[in-house]
């Protein structure tokens, strides 16, 4: 990686790694579990399956009314980092 890019394009890149990595680690992970071969040379993997309960928000805002759960919801701010390329003259469309 080129540390003299600018850290909005080193961040970029470095987002489109990590996306190959998990697309690479969803192919492996459903090879480990359709094969069954859990052991490895350095590694071993151990498949546990459970249940999870989750509420769902929008449901309970239309049965019980946002009177009722105002008291239980939270807010909480998110900030969110968008990164697209840039509209140059090189790139533009004609």
Do not use: Y
């Not at 489109?16 to 990595?21: C, G, N, T, W």
């Not at 071969?37 to 449901?59: C, H, Q, Y």
């Amino acid at each position: 990686m080129n540390e003299n890019r600018h850290a909005v394009d080193q961040l970029a890149d470095v987002r489109a790694e990590i996306k190959q990595l998990k697309a690479r680690e969803e192919k492996l992970r459903s090879e480990v579990v359709a094969g069954g071969d859990m052991i490895g040379d350095d590694n071993e993997a151990a498949l546990s399956e459970f249940t999870v309960e989750r509420l769902d928000v929008e449901k309970l805002k239309v049965e019980l009314g946002m009177v009722f759960l105002r008291p239980f919801l939270r807010e909480k701010i998110v900030k969110r980092l968008q990164i697209k390329p840039r509209q140059t003259k090189a790139n533009r469309t004609t």
